[in-house]
Nanobody, 119 residues
């Protein structure tokens, strides 16, 4: 099994920035897609951003132009740079990945990190 450890969440004023990171660790695994989802209180989990191993990205409409996803394949780490934060960005942010151990494919989730934006 691959473990994901998230960091970088916190409390920030509207208009500010945060940078989230998520590092994957384990034995003999290959990562394909990595990304970020978020879940606000009382709401369902929604897409924030994803990136394939080939570098293709997808962003949720509400974060386009403000958030940027990146990944360091050598370190098995995915980042989310969040700029121009708004109170409606307040949520628990979860990193996700698809990976293989041998021929078996898995989906993994981080523990979640709280992002709170105040006005």
């Amino acid at each position: 099994q691959v473990q994901l450890v998230e960091s970088g969440g916190g409390l920030v004023q509207a208009g500010g920035s945060l940078r989230l990171s998520c590092a994957a660790s384990g034995r003999a695994f290959t990562i394909n897609d990595m990304g970020w989802y978020r879940q606000a209180p009382g709401k369902q989990r929604e897409l924030v951003a994803t990136m394939t191993s080939g570098g293709r990205t997808k962003y949720g409409d509400s974060v386009k132009g403000r958030f940027t996803i990146s990944r360091d394949n050598a370190e098995n780490t995915v980042y989310l740079q969040m700029n121009s934060l708004k109170p409606e960005d307040t949520a628990v942010y979860y990193c996700s990945l698809t990976y293989k151990v041998g021929r078996v494919e898995y989906n993994g989730w981080g523990q979640g990190t709280q992002v709170t934006v105040y006005s």
